[in-house]
């Protein structure tokens, strides 16, 4: 089991920035990747980043040049993730779920953080 906590959520001006933390724990030596989706009122749960224990990272083409994720990596792992938002936008209000993927006893399985809140006033 992989338990993960989020931090760094909250309100920011349209146009400000904000970084928001993934830290993993419980079964950590071989996490595949660590990412964020995040979802709207009303909409469905939508991929924001990733980053993989090899430094590969994939963003979605609505935060492309205004989100960067970065990550601790060790050896076959990625134990905790960042996620720095800058140029924050109203349509960027969400609450952001941390995610991480870990081999298990059947498959890949991923595991979810509580989600943080991010709030864009414009």
């Known amino acids: 089991q992989v338990q993960l906590v989020e931090s760094g959520g909250g309100l920011v001006h349209s146009g400000g920035s904000l970084r928001l933390s993934c830290a993993a724990s419980g079964q950590i030596l071989s996490i595949y990747v660590m990412g964020w989706y995040r979802q709207a009122p009303g909409k469905q749960r939508e991929f924001v980043a990733q980053?993989?224990?090899?430094?590969?990272?994939?963003?979605?083409d609505s935060v492309k040049g205004r989100f960067t994720i970065s990550g601790n990596s060790a050896v076959n792992t990625v134990t905790t993730t960042y996620l720095r938002m800058n140029s924050v936008k109203p349509e960027d209000t969400a609450v952001y779920y941390c995610?991480?993927?870990?081999?298990?006893?059947?498959?890949?399985?991923?595991?979810w953080g509580q989600g943080t809140q991010v709030t864009v006033s414009s």
């Open positions: 980053i993989t224990r090899d430094e590969i990272t994939t963003y979605a």
């Open positions: 995610y991480a993927k870990s081999p298990g006893r059947t498959g890949m399985e991923t595991y």
